[in-house]
């Protein structure tokens, strides 16, 4: 083989290997834009998710003010309301008083007064 002749052999070779690591730059590129695209995709989706809330939620106030008899008859209501975190549990002193003078003869009262303290 003449020295031109292995020249261009080799010159071949590195423009073929050239090529491959392209070809390699070009698919790993196409998959980080496509991998991009999902992210941006699935992004969007949770946005859209989150402002297709109903109306009435969005709208409500995040601070509940039970009063005495609520907390009496629906406690349970209002620890799964409170453990939600969605609500802000505001407990006026008219409140705690009012359980207060209940609870010698309401339950209910005394389990309130249990869960506030």
Known sequence: ISTA??????????????????????????????????????????????????????AMSPYLVPDTQALCQHLPIIRHLANSGRFIIIIPRTVIDGLDFLKKENAGARDAIRYLK
């Open 5 to 58: 002749q292995s020249e261009q052999e080799n010159l071949l070779h590195q423009t073929q290997a050239q090529f491959r690591m392209a070809q390699e730059e070009a698919r790993r590129n196409r998959l980080m834009r496509d991998m991009a695209q999902l992210r941006l995709k699935l992004e969007v989706s949770q946005l859209e998710g989150t402002l297709q809330q109903p109306k009435a939620q969005s």
